[in-house]
């Protein structure tokens, strides 16, 4: 695979030359002053503008006192493969966002924060206990990434048709819905067949579209259907999420063609003022306010729990951040190049970032000294504020199924068309997945136990 990517890499290597000229060698000097430039990659689009402008104030002033310029490029299209292509070409940028930490951590093309000098003392004062047990950063003991923003999830709804069918508070605003009851009642109310008005949307043909109900389940019980406590699958938690799912479908009240429906068609559908409810998560404010922009008055809220007595944090999911290509650390300098990184992910930046409207910081004491933008939707400071009761799902045992159904594939053949009996389904599935526990370690040494199991997991708010 990797001569592929090699072969591939000489043909498209005059088109990328312009924008990595720098990358191999660690960055090339300048005429003026000398400054050597620093090249950033990252995928990062909904960002660009802004982290540019954070990019030029860091070269006036720091960027000279360390000697280099930062040349900061999102690549649009598949990041991915034009990373892989870069780095099988020698190509590879300074610094550079990636999900394939490992990847790059055991082909040796990147290096690890704790083998920089003072990376280290660095890491013990950002790492916190959920970072280290759910954020991707490390391989074979050592850490490559640090933890920088995270996306926040909740239920986007139409205040407007609320208000139009009387789902209001006591002073006449839009009353959202806090559990699966209210959940479900709220959406018929709002449905008018007649009107091509609808409750809710779910896009069917994303086939992970299910999985906002596992993060229903994870807000009302602490798990998704694994339990990282003991190590042991149990998906029966999840059937009271889907049976409210499925009353919805009974009720009518669900937008029909689903199955034809994407996340995009979703959005554009309820921008234009026709549903009431909506999966949402924080990047989704980009998207109503430039992509789809709304056509009503729109806010968000926490996802519904079971009930109101007794919620759990949240889903959220962590993103963004850089790597160090390896050998420009040792070229350039591991001192030079953790100052850079350490900007690159300092509150500053990161504060910046989120009054901006672009990203919601990992460390929510950001988020509390804030101040957003007036010009942001208001809808962000709530995504923002999610942050306080949200966390990311740990990484779950590993398992192997054996080429038998996963739980998207039940999804998809039984419980949506209800065909069989979804609570023997899903002990099924968890049957299954604790008998495929044992094969998967029994064919790989390398795995241990100790590494999926947190004893004292508990995120009851």
Not at 294 to 313: F, G, H, I, Q, R
Not at 426 to 437: E, H, Q, Y
């Amino acid at each position: 695979m990797k001569k592929i990517l090699k072969v591939m890499a000489c043909a498209l290597s005059l088109v990328m030359a312009a924008s990595v000229c720098a990358c191999s060698s660690g960055g090339t000097e300048q005429a003026d002053g000398n400054l050597r430039e620093i090249t950033i990659w990252t995928g990062d689009s909904h960002s660009k503008n802004v982290i540019k402008g954070i990019v030029d104030e860091f070269n006036k002033e720091k960027g000279k006192e360390l000697g280099v310029k930062l040349v900061y490029t999102v690549k649009e299209g598949d990041y991915a493969q034009t990373l892989d292509l870069a780095i099988a070409s020698n190509q590879a940028p300074d610094m550079f966002g990636c999900f394939a930490t490992q990847k790059y951590a055991e082909n040796g093309d990147i290096i690890a924060i704790n083998d920089l000098p003072g990376g280290q003392e660095y890491l013990d004062s950002v790492l916190d206990e959920e970072a280290k047990r759910t954020f991707v950063t490390t391989y074979d003991g050592k850490s490559y990434k640090v933890p920088y923003y995270v996306n926040t999830f909740g239920l986007a709804y139409n205040e407007d048709l609320f208000k139009e069918c009387g789902i209001v508070d006591e002073n006449g605003n839009a009353k959202a819905p806090e559990t699966y009851a209210e959940f479900v009642e709220d959406a018929k109310k709002l449905t008018d067949a007649s009107k091509n008005q609808y409750g809710f949307i779910l896009p069917f043909k994303n086939t992970t579209s299910y999985s906002n109900f596992l993060n229903m389940t994870f807000s009302s019980k602490g798990t998704k259907g694994y339990d990282p406590v003991t190590g042991v699958y149990d998906y029966t938690v999840v059937e009271p999420a889907f049976e409210a799912m499925l009353q919805m479908k009974h009720d009518g009240s669900i937008y029909p063609g689903g199955d034809s429906i994407d996340n995009d068609m979703a959005r554009a559908i309820f921008a234009e003022g026709q549903i009431g409810m909506i999966f949402t998560g924080s990047y989704d404010v980009a998207v109503f306010t430039s992509q789809f922009p709304a056509k009503c008055n729109w806010s968000v809220t926490a996802l519904p729990t079971e009930t109101k007595d007794e919620k759990y944090m949240q889903n959220s999911a962590n993103s963004g951040g850089l790597v160090i290509n390896k050998k420009t650390a040792e070229e350039v300098g591991g001192d030079v190049m953790l100052e850079i990184f350490k900007w690159y992910h300092s509150d500053e930046v990161l504060q910046e970032l989120y009054e901006q409207g672009v990203s919601i910081p990992y460390n929510n004491e950001i988020i509390k000294r804030a101040r957003v933008n007036k010009d942001v939707h208001p809808a962000w400071s709530i995504f923002g504020e999610l942050r306080a009761i949200s966390s990311v799902y740990p990484n779950e045992m590993p398992t192997d199924l054996e080429g038998t159904p996963a739980f998207k594939d039940i999804f998809k053949t039984n419980i949506w068309p209800e065909e069989g009996n979804m609570h023997e389904l899903l002990v099924d599935l968890s049957n299954r997945s604790n008998a495929g526990i044992e094969k998967k370690f029994s064919v790989n040494e390398n795995l241990k136990r100790e590494d999926y199991i947190i004893p004292d997991y508990n995120t009851k708010r």
